[in-house]
Nanobody
Framework: QVHLVESGGGTVQPGGSLRLSCAASGFGFSDYTVTWYRRRPGEERELVAQISAVGRSTLYSDPVRGRFTVSRDNTKNMVWLQMVNLKPEDTAVYLC?????????WGQGTQVTVSS
C-alpha cells in the first residue's frame, strides 16, 4: 500500500501558474496509476488528469487539456500537476489518487484558489 500527500496549492491570480505535488510513501508505487481529481465548491469530484503506472500515457479532462500537464518520477515516488493559465473556475481542492487492481489510496487534498 501507498500513502499520499499533496502539496503546492495556494492562491494565484487568473493567468497564473502552480505546480502541485503528490508524494507517495510505501512499496510498489511504480505499479500505481495516478489520477488527479478536483472538487469545486458545491460540485461533485471530477477527474482532471491521469498518468499510467510507468508514465507512458496520460489523459486530461476537456476543461484543462492544453493548460495542465501531469508527470511522474517513480525513482522519487512523485507525481506532479503543472497548471498554467489558471482560471477562476479552476478553484477547487485537488486530490491525487493512486490505484492498482487491488489497492486505492487518496491524499488529503490541497486547495487551489484562482482569484484577482
Amino acid at each position: 500500500q501507498v500513502h499520499l500527500v499533496e502539496s503546492g496549492g495556494g492562491t494565484v491570480q487568473p493567468g497564473g501558474s502552480l505546480r502541485l505535488s503528490c508524494a507517495a510513501s510505501g512499496f510498489g508505487f511504480s505499479d500505481y496509476t495516478v489520477t488527479w481529481y478536483r472538487r469545486r465548491p458545491g460540485e461533485e469530484r471530477e477527474l482532471v488528469a491521469q498518468i499510467s503506472a510507468v508514465g507512458r500515457s496520460t489523459l486530461y479532462s476537456d476543461p484543462v487539456r492544453g493548460r495542465f500537464t501531469v508527470s511522474r518520477d517513480n525513482t522519487k515516488n512523485m507525481v506532479w500537476l503543472q497548471m498554467v493559465n489558471l482560471k477562476p473556475e479552476d478553484t477547487a481542492v485537488y486530490l491525487c489518487q493512486a490505484r492498482t487492481g487491488l489497492d486505492t489510496a487518496w491524499g488529503q487534498g490541497t486547495q487551489v484558489t484562482v482569484s484577482s
